[in-house]
C-alpha cells in the first residue's frame, strides 16, 4: 500500500487524495494517508527497514507542506471545493474548500504530518531533516491556534467535536491549553447523542475519545445508539455495507459503499477490547478491555506472527 503511494507522489512532494491515484475529491488530511499509516504501523510494529524505504516521500510531503506556508499558515491551491476538504459528510454537512472549517483540518493534517516526519528523521538519524521539521511543527501549531482558537469560549471555531478531536490528534494545542481543549470535547459530547464526524473527523474522534479522554463508555454510548445520525441507523435501514452519507442519500452522488465511516472496526479493538502497543510495539501489548453493564461477553484473538 505504502509502494502505491510513493508511486503516485508528484515531484513536487505532494501526494494524490487516493492511492492509486485517479482524480476524486478529498483533501490535505486524505494526502497525509501514507506519513500516519507508515506512523501507526511502526507504533504496532517498529519496523525500521519499512520506514526507511519510505522516508524520502514522507520527507517530500513535509517539504511541500513547508512551501505551501502563506503567512503562517499551510494554504492549498484554490480550486475545486470538493478538492480541497476538511471533513466531508458529516451530519451537518461537509467542509468545503475554502472555507474556514476546512482551512483549520488543513492546519491539523499539516501540523500531524510534520510531526511524524520530524519523528522519522530523528529515528534515522536524518538531523538537518528533523532540525527543519520539529520547529516549523511548532510554529506552525502556535499559528494556528492562535489563529483559531476562541480563548473567551475555550474552543476551536464553533466548538463542535470534530474540531476539538482534530486539534488534540494531531498535537495543534499547546501544553496550557490541554485542560480546556479535553473539557471543550468532553462538553461537546454531552450535547449531542451521536459523534459529529465523518470520513476525517471520526478517526480523530475516536482516538480523542478513546487515547485523550479514556472514555471508551463515551465511545459505547454513541455506537450503541439505532437513531440517525449513527452505524446503528444503518443497521436498522437493512445496510450491510457503509454507506458513504450519514443519510444513506444519494446527495452528491453518496456512494452506498464507502470508507468514510470504517475506522468504527479499529476504535473496537482499541477502545473496547483496550488493546494497546507498547514501546515495543505489539509483541508486548497491552490489554486493558472496558466492559458496559449491559454487555456478558467480549471476544478477541488476534495471531502476532
Known amino acids: ?57 514522507i520527507a517530500r510531503w513535509a517539504d511541500y507542506l513547508l512551501s505551501r506556508l502563506d503567512n503562517g499558515l499551510v494554504r492549498f491551491p484554490e480550486g475545486d471545493p ?10 451537518e454537512g461537509g467542509d468545503w474548500g475554502g472555507s474556514e472549517n476546512a482551512v483549520f483540518f488543513h492546519q491539523c493534517a499539516a501540523v500531524l504530518s510534520l510531526g511524524i516526519a520530524a519523528r522519522f528523521a530523528s529515528l534515522l538519524g536524518k538531523t538537518e531533516d528533523a532540525a527543519r521539521f520539529a520547529p516549523a511543527r511548532g510554529a506552525l501549531a502556535a499559528e494556528a491556534h492562535r489563529r483559531f482558537w476562541n480563548q473567551r469560549a475555550g474552543f476551536y471555531l464553533n466548538g463542535e467535536q470534530r474540531y476539538l478531536a482534530a486539534a488534540l490528534c494531531s498535537g495543534l494545542v499547546p501544553d496550557e491549553a490541554l485542560p480546556a481543549a479535553r473539557g471543550a470535547l468532553t462538553e461537546a459530547l454531552a450535547r449531542k447523542r451521536y459523534l459529529d464526524g465523518s470520513s476525517a473527523g471520526t478517526v480523530f474522534l475516536f482516538r480523542a475519545v478513546g487515547e485523550i479522554l479514556r472514555r471508551p463508555d463515551l465511545l459505547y454510548e ?14 436498522e435501514q437493512g445496510e450491510t455495507t457503509l454507506p458513504e452519507l450519514w443519510s444513506i442519500a444519494d446527495d452528491w452522488g453518496g456512494s452506498r459503499i464507502h470508507t468514510c465511516y470504517s475506522g468504527v472496526s479499529g476504535a473496537l479493538i482499541r477502545y473496547l477490547v483496550g488493546l494497546s502497543p507498547s514501546e515495543t510495539g505489539i509483541r508486548d501489548c497491552v490489554l ?16 502476532y506472527g
Request: glycine share 10%.
Open 288 to 303: 486493558s478491555p472496558f466492559f458496559p453493564d449491559d454487555m456478558d461477553r467480549l471476544a478477541f484473538s488476534a495471531d
Open 222 to 235: 454513541k455506537l450503541l445508539s439505532r437513531s440517525y445520525p449513527g452505524y446503528g441507523y444503518f443497521l
Open 82 to 91: 470538493i478538492d480541497c476538504l476538511g471533513d466531508w459528510a458529516t451530519p
Open 1 to 57: 500500500m505504502l509502494r502505491s503511494w510513493r508511486d503516485c507522489q508528484a515531484e513536487d512532494g505532494s501526494f494524490p487524495h487516493v492511492a492509486p491515484n485517479f482524480h476524486g475529491g478529498g483533501g490535505p488530511l486524505w494526502s497525509a494517508s501514507p506519513a500516519v499509516t507508515l506512523w501507526d504501523s511502526y507504533r504496532w510494529r517498529p519496523d525500521r527497514e519499512l520506514v526507511r524505504e519510505n522516508y524520502g516521500a
